[in-house]
């Protein structure tokens, strides 16, 4: 197969452990830049990352590169391709671009400029054109302009990759999948050692550890942009979902101790909903209980949790409250353990009263945060 270039984002903060992703999978020639790693692969690597990158949001296969310096030059880039390869007459697409220090100053324009170039090819030789679809296009294209410098993508994904179908309705403050099982792999668990969120909200965190703990590809139970695709290879696509679902099948067979609790009744309805929809119903040991009456059924190795913080949730007085609580909690565990939490708003940490050993400085949505780490050996005082 050929050789394609492609660029994988995720959120900030998770560029590290996505590229190890990659390289597991076979990408050549990783390279991390903010936000994203650009790798080389063949097809197969190109299916297989929108199927298996827990950390990713998007795939992105490059098209085309070049030199653009003015609106001429831009058309030429955009009518060079066939675009009968890519994208049928009856299909629609979309495109999102992005722009700095470009002979263009506004983005939507560009996007439209493309958009326009592309379906005058389709009219010029089939006297009708594809339409557009800003909202589930079958071709989604992403222009990149610095300077200079044009870079033409199409989106493998569509749909963004942390939508994994398992979350039956959006919810408050929600940790996104993708982001949440990130932050797992930034913690290095080895998929074996029992886990517990005591504050599990929606239950992103031990959903996500199930399916990796299982071996289940995060994308095998969703479509994908490429499957609409002109060239399109379904029987490539067709064995590596089946060895998914094989892996899958035997991971269930070897699930270690997985645990979530939460004080709020509807928080936890709507995590037995997500947990039922993503087939750990009888995995997932779900408590509903407050911080000073949690029972771990087993002593966890490693907790991840997501306490609320300023941007989020409740009145400042009480959030102190409920991170006072969970360092209580903390360090009423048996040790060895080590503990992840996540903060957005740095003076809360000292609430806990434990002294972090890192932080590893992460995006969750709009808000800054850091992914503090606690081992707990011994009993510590803050």
């Known amino acids: 197969m050929r050789e394609i ?4 984002a995720c959120n900030l903060g998770l560029e590290e452990v996505m590229a190890k992703e ?8 990783p390279k991390t830049q903010r936000g994203g790693v650009q790798f080389c692969g063949d097809k197969k690597l190109g299916y297989s990352a929108c199927l298996w990158l827990r950390s990713a949001i998007r795939v992105q296969e490059v098209l085309a590169v070049g030199a653009v310096r003015d609106k001429a030059g831009l058309k030429r880039f955009i009518d060079g391709l066939d675009w009968q390869r890519f994208l049928h007459v009856d299909q629609t697409l979309s495109v999102d671009a992005s722009i700095r220090d470009s002979f263009l100053n506004h983005s939507l324009y560009a996007a439209q400029f493309v958009k326009d170039v592309i379906v ?28 200079d410098r044009a870079t033409l993508y199409r989106d493998l994904s569509g749909a963004s990759l942390h939508k994994r179908g398992y979350r039956p309705i959006q919810v408050k403050s929600p940790l996104n999948e993708a982001t ?17 969120d005591p504050m599990c909200g929606s239950g992103t965190f031990v959903i996500e550890a199930a399916m990796m703990a299982s071996d289940r590809a995060p994308g095998l139970e969703r479509d994908f942009a490429f499957q609409q695709w002109p060239d399109f290879s379904s029987g490539l696509w067709r064995e590596l979902v089946l060895e998914a679902r094989n892996r899958a099948r035997a991971g269930l067979r070897r699930l270690p101790d997985l645990e979530a609790a939460d004080h709020h009744a509807g928080a936890l309805s709507l995590a037995r909903r997500s947990i039922d929809a993503a ?3 009888d995995v997932i040991k779900l408590q509903h209980a407050e911080l000073d009456d949690l029972q771990p059924g087993v002593p966890p190795a490693i907790l991840v949790t997501n306490p609320p913080y300023g ?35 740095p003076s809360l940490s000292r609430q806990l009263r434990l002294r972090a050993s890192r932080r590893f400085a992460v995006r969750n949505g709009p808000i800054d945060c850091r992914w503090l780490q606690y081992p707990l050996e011994s009993r510590q005082d803050g």
């Open 5 to 8: 270039r492609y660029y994988a």
């Open 22 to 29: 990659i390289a597991d999978l076979g990408g050549r020639e």
């Open 120 to 147: 005058d090819q389709f009219r010029g030789r089939h006297g009708r054109r594809p339409s557009v679809d800003t909202r589930d296009p079958e071709l989604p294209l992403k222009l990149h302009l610095r300077g």
């Open 180 to 196: 949440a099982a990130g932050l797992l792999l930034l913690t290095g668990w080895d998929r074996q050692s029992p886990l517990l």
């Open 279 to 281: 087939g750990f119903l």
């Open 311 to 345: 941007e989020r949730l409740g009145d400042m007085g009480e959030v102190e409250r409920t991170w006072a609580a969970l360092g209580a909690f903390l360090k009423s565990l048996r040790p060895p353990m080590t503990a992840y939490v996540l903060s957005g708003e």
